[in-house]
């Protein structure tokens, strides 16, 4: 049976000192993979993070990153994109109604860091800017220049339904 990877802090530890925490999170412990599917990820969350505690509170900062593989929203093209979130950061009460869950001294970082990752994603990747969208098939080409689809005279693709009489 495998135990699934945390990234996790020991709030004992911060008592005396900063508690610096580095490493990768396995995209399978990240559970990030099936969220998108224009967006899969291809490593698993790399981070860096230092915590200190201030009070009856947690702050942690640092940076995180993830490779991904995407397919552009408008030409269905692979491309990959890196997605760097620098400088992160996150307060965790450790009193009151919002306080985190502390386990045995240790508190998990994981569903915050997956949670900004997540939102990071981009909504419609595009391999470039300037991305025109897939080329048009062929048969249709030779339809526009055999004049079969007519263009509105004010280029406007909502033209042609104004004309329309009901």
Same mark, same amino acid.
């Given at each position: 049976? /495998?135990?699934?990877? /945390? &990234?996790?802090?020991?709030?004992?530890?911060?008592?005396?000192?900063?508690?610096?925490?580095?490493?990768?999170?396995?995209?399978?412990?990240?559970? &990030?993979?099936?969220?998108?599917?224009?967006?899969?990820?291809?490593?698993? &969350? !790399?981070?860096?993070?230092?915590?200190?505690?201030?009070?009856?509170? %947690?702050?942690?900062?640092?940076?995180?990153?993830?490779?991904?593989?995407?397919?552009? !929203?408008?030409?269905? /093209?692979?491309?990959?994109?890196? &997605?760097? %979130?620098?400088?992160?950061?996150?307060?965790?009460?450790?009193?009151?109604?919002?306080?985190?869950?502390?386990?045995?001294?240790?508190?998990?970082?994981?569903?915050?860091?997956?949670?900004? %990752?997540?939102?990071?994603?981009?909504?419609?990747?595009?391999?470039?800017?300037?991305?025109?969208?897939?080329?048009?098939?062929?048969?249709?080409?030779?339809?526009?220049?055999?004049?079969?689809?007519?263009?509105? !005279?004010?280029?406007?693709?909502?033209? !042609?339904?104004?004309?329309? /009489?009901?």
């Amino acid at each position: 049976m /495998k135990t699934s990877a /945390k &990234i996790e802090l020991n709030v004992r530890h911060l008592e005396k000192k900063p508690v610096r925490v580095e490493g990768v999170l396995p995209e399978e412990d990240a559970e &990030i993979a099936g969220l998108d599917e224009l967006v899969r990820p291809v490593s698993g &969350i !790399a981070y860096d993070l230092t915590a200190t505690r201030q009070g009856g509170e %947690i702050h942690v900062e640092g940076g995180l990153g993830v490779e991904l593989e995407c397919e552009c !929203a408008r030409c269905l /093209k692979p491309f990959r994109l890196r &997605i760097e %979130i620098q400088p992160w950061d996150v307060l965790l009460p450790l009193e009151g109604e919002e306080q985190v869950s502390v386990v045995n001294d240790l508190v998990d970082l994981t569903p915050f860091v997956r949670e900004d %990752i997540v939102l990071s994603f981009p909504q419609h990747p595009l391999c470039d800017d300037g991305c025109r969208g897939m080329a048009s098939p062929p048969q249709a080409r030779s339809d526009q220049e055999k004049g079969d689809r007519q263009p509105s !005279a004010d280029g406007s693709a909502w033209a !042609a339904l104004d004309n329309l /009489k009901f």
